[in-house]
C-alpha cells in the first residue's frame, strides 16, 4: 500500500460516496453551529419540510452577539443581535440538537467549546459555519470552515460535497527562543506563505516546535490556517492530545477509550508519504512578531520598522500603500514607536487558559498604562472559572483590566465591543481587516504576552524587554 | 438557485488584491436571518460614507459601471470569514460572475451556490480582462459558460476550466441537497459501517 500522509488517512476513512469526477460526499462526524451562520440553513429546513439528519452530532452554541459584560443577563440590547441569538434558542429545541445557552457556564466560542466538552476528538471530520473551525485541526480532526448553504447540507445530509485537496507540509523545526509563542509561529508562517499561499491545500503543521506545543498552542496554531488560505491545518495526535481529551464530558470512556486510542494512534503521515508543497521555518528564527497592515500576512519582527509600499511587487505595492494610510502609519517608522489606545486579550485563537497565563506572567504585580482601555475575554465560562479559581482574574483586575464573560467580543465587533473610528488595538485576535473590529478601527495582530506588554507601555512592545 | 448559463454584461474593475469578506459585507450586516436584502449594503465602507453619502470614486458608483454584472478582480479574492453573507450581497447586487488569479476556497464554492461562477486565469489574461473592464460601460464582455469562453469586447477570447459537477449544477440550477438525498442508501451504509468501526464516534 502506497504511503499516506495524515490528511488521506482521515479523509479516506470519512468517503460515502464517490462519483467518477473525484467529487465525494464526505461524512461529518460534528457539527458546529453559531448563530451567524446558521438561521438561514435552519429556515431552509423547515421550508423544505427536512429535518436535522444527526442531531446527536449537531452541537450549537451562541458566541459572535453575546455581550461579554457581567450585566448580560439582563439580555442583549441590540434587537437585531438579540433576534439572532432568539432564533438560535428557538432552531436548537425545535431540532433537537446539543445546545449550551447563554446562561449556561459551558457556553463560550464555539471553537473552544467543542475540544473542551471532548466533541472533537482525533480522525473525526468537523465542520462549522465559521472559518475558524480549522482550530479542531490541533487534534488531527479534519476541521474546515463551510458557508450557510453548507450549514444546511450537513443538517440535511450529514455530509458534504468535496473534492480532496492537496497536501501540504509545514515544517517548524528546532526550538522556539523565550517571548516566542504559538501566536507568533502561525504568524510567521502566514508571513512566509501569503494569504493564499494555503489556497487549495490542506496543511500539516509538524516538527519539533509543533511536537513540544501544548494542545492550546496547537490551537493557536491550526486557528489561523485559514488566514494563509489553506481548508485546513492538522497535527497529528500524540501523547499530549490524548491526555487533553482523557475524561472529558463527550470523550470516550472504559473499552471504547482503549478502542478509539488504538484508531489515533495510527493517525500519522506514514514515512515517504508525498506532499504537494513543504515549507520549513527554523523555530530559532522566529522572533515574536506584529502585523503593521490589513492583512494578516502583513507580517513583522517586533524589531522592525513599518515597510515601504515600493518595497512589494505587482498588486502588494497598491495594498501596502492602503493598509499603511488606513493604518495611520509612516514608513520606516519603529513598530515600537506605535502607540496603542486599546488591548484586546481573547477570540478563538487566544482565550484559553495558557493564553491568558502567558498574560498573568507579564502583568502581574504591574499596572497597564494610565488611560489605557484593556480587555480580557476568555474563550468560554469555564475557562473564566478556571482562571479565577488559579487567581488570574485577581491579577488581571489589579492591572486594571476589565476582566469579561465569555463570547467572541471584539475579535469581529457583532456585539458592543468594538473600536472607534481611529482606535489603534493591539489584539490576539486573527483579522486585521479594514473595519474587522468596528469602523476605522485598527488592529495589530500579536501574540497574548504581546499583548499584555502593550497594555503597560502603551505602545507596541517587545515582551523580551520585561521578562 | 437561479441557473448560470450565458452573461453579455458590463465588467467592474477591481485590481485591488485582498479583498476579503469584511469588505464586501461589513459585519454589522450579518445580523440579519433572511438570505435577501444585503446587496445596498455590498462594499459598504467602500462605497458609502457614513452619512450615506456615495464615495464617487468607487468604482461601483461611477456611473458606467453601476450595473455591472461581472467583476474583475485581484489575487486572493473573497479571503477571511466563511459568511455566506458576501456572495448573496454580490449577486443580490445583481454581479454573477467574478474573474480573478485566485479565490479563498470557502468563498469560491459559497459563490456556486448562490448562482455565481467565479473564474480563476493566470495573471496575463486576467490583466487583459481588467484592462478591457477599464474601457468603462459600452465595453461589454461575454461569459459562456457551456463553451467556457470569455470573450472581451473587441473580440479576444479566453478560455478557462471549471469543476465539471460545479458547471452541472449551475447550468441546471440545481439544488445540491436534493441531489445528495438521492445518495441516501449510500450514507446510510456508511453510518452503519463506520459505527461499527468507531463507535465512539
Not at chain 1, 520598522?305 to 500603500?321: C, I, L, Y
Request: with cysteine.
Amino acid at each position: 500500500m502506497s504511503p499516506k500522509t495524515l490528511y488521506d488517512k482521515i479523509w479516506d476513512a470519512h468517503v460515502a460516496h464517490e462519483a467518477e469526477d473525484g467529487t465525494c460526499l464526505l461524512y461529518i462526524d460534528r457539527h458546529l453551529v453559531h448563530e451567524v451562520t446558521s438561521p438561514q440553513a435552519f429556515e431552509g429546513l423547515r421550508m423544505a419540510g427536512r429535518k436535522v439528519h444527526a442531531p446527536d452530532k449537531t452541537i450549537a452554541v451562541p458566541d459572535h452577539n453575546v455581550p461579554t459584560t457581567l450585566d448580560r443577563a439582563k439580555g442583549i440590547e441590540n434587537e437585531e443581535s438579540r433576534i439572532q441569538v432568539e432564533a438560535l434558542d428557538r432552531n436548537a429545541k425545535e431540532f433537537g440538537v446539543h445546545y449550551y445557552p447563554v446562561d449556561d457556564i459551558r457556553q463560550g466560542i464555539v471553537h473552544i467549546v467543542g475540544p473542551e466538552q471532548g466533541w472533537t476528538l482525533p480522525g473525526m471530520t468537523v465542520v462549522c459555519g465559521d472559518s475558524h473551525t480549522a482550530t479542531h485541526g490541533a487534534f488531527g480532526a479534519l476541521a474546515h470552515g463551510i458557508g450557510t448553504s453548507e450549514v444546511e447540507h450537513v443538517l440535511a445530509t450529514q455530509t458534504l460535497i468535496q473534492k480532496k485537496s492537496k497536501n501540504m507540509k509545514v515544517e517548524i523545526t528546532g526550538k522556539l527562543k523565550p517571548g516566542v509563542t504559538a501566536k507568533d509561529v502561525t504568524l510567521a508562517v502566514i508571513g512566509a506563505t501569503g494569504t493564499a499561499g494555503g489556497t487549495g491545500y490542506v496543511i500539516e503543521y509538524c516538527g519539533e516546535v509543533i511536537r513540544n506545543m501544548s494542545m492550546e498552542g496547537r490551537m493557536t496554531v491550526c486557528n489561523m490556517a485559514i488566514e494563509g488560505g489553506a481548508r485546513a491545518g492538522l497535527i497529528a495526535p500524540d501523547e499530549t492530545t490524548f491526555e487533553y481529551v482523557k475524561g472529558r464530558p463527550h470523550a470516550p470512556k472504559g473499552a471504547q477509550w482503549e478502542a478509539a486510542l488504538n484508531w489515533w494512534k495510527t493517525l500519522y503521515t506514514d514515512e515517504g508519504a508525498h506532499f504537494d508543497k513543504v515549507v520549513t521555518l527554523k523555530g530559532e528564527d522566529i522572533e515574536p512578531v506584529v502585523t503593521w497592515g490589513t492583512s494578516p500576512e502583513d507580517v513583522l519582527p517586533i524589531t522592525g520598522v513599518v515597510p515601504n509600499p515600493e518595497d512589494f511587487t505587482g498588486g502588494k505595492v497598491e495594498a501596502a500603500r492602503r493598509s499603511i494610510e488606513y493604518m495611520g502609519l509612516t514608513p520606516g517608522q519603529k513598530l515600537t514607536d506605535i502607540e496603542i489606545d486599546t488591548v484586546f486579550i481573547g477570540s478563538c485563537t487566544n482565550g484559553r487558559i495558557e493564553d491568558l497565563r502567558a498574560v498573568a506572567e507579564v502583568v502581574k504585580g504591574k499596572k497597564i498604562k494610565d488611560g489605557m482601555r484593556a480587555m480580557i475575554v476568555p474563550g468560554s465560562g469555564l475557562v473564566r472559572a478556571q482562571a479565577e479559581e488559579e487567581g488570574l482574574a485577581e491579577i488581571f483586575e489589579a492591572a486594571g483590566f476589565e476582566w469579561r464573560l465569555a463570547g467572541c467580543s471584539m475579535c469581529l465587533a457583532m456585539n458592543p465591543d468594538q473600536l472607534a473610528p481611529g482606535e489603534r488595538c493591539a489584539a490576539t485576535s486573527n483579522r486585521n481587516f479594514e473595519g474587522r473590529q468596528g469602523y476605522k478601527g485598527r488592529t495589530h495582530l500579536v501574540s497574548p504576552a504581546m499583548a499584555a506588554a502593550a497594555a503597560l507601555t502603551g505602545r507596541l512592545t517587545d515582551v523580551r524587554e520585561l521578562i | 438557485m437561479e441557473k448560470f448559463q450565458k452573461l453579455h454584461g458590463i465588467a467592474a474593475p477591481m485590481p485591488l488584491v485582498n479583498i476579503d469578506t469584511d469588505m464586501i459585507i461589513p459585519k454589522v450586516f450579518l445580523k440579519s436571518i433572511q438570505r435577501t436584502g444585503f446587496g445596498k449594503h455590498l462594499f459598504d465602507e467602500m462605497r458609502y460614507n457614513r452619512d450615506g453619502t456615495e464615495i464617487e470614486d468607487f468604482v461601483l458608483n461611477k456611473p458606467q459601471y453601476r450595473n455591472a454584472e461581472i467583476l474583475i478582480a485581484g489575487d486572493n479574492f473573497g479571503c477571511g470569514s466563511s459568511r455566506e453573507h458576501a456572495p448573496w450581497a454580490i449577486a443580490d447586487f445583481g454581479i454573477k460572475c467574478i474573474v480573478s488569479t485566485s479565490f479563498a476556497d470557502i468563498f469560491f464554492n459559497n459563490s456556486f451556490k448562490n448562482g455565481i461562477l467565479p473564474i480563476v486565469l493566470p495573471q496575463e489574461q486576467v490583466d487583459i480582462l481588467m484592462a478591457d473592464a477599464e474601457k468603462g460601460a459600452n465595453a461589454r464582455m461575454t461569459v459562456d459558460l457551456e463553451a467556457q469562453e470569455i470573450t472581451t469586447s473587441d473580440g479576444v477570447v479566453i478560455t478557462f476550466d471549471v469543476d465539471p459537477f460545479k458547471k452541472h449544477c449551475l447550468l441546471n440550477g440545481l439544488d445540491d441537497i436534493g441531489l445528495t438525498m438521492e445518495k441516501a442508501d449510500a450514507i446510510k451504509t456508511f453510518e452503519e459501517q463506520a459505527s461499527q468501526a468507531r463507535p465512539w464516534v
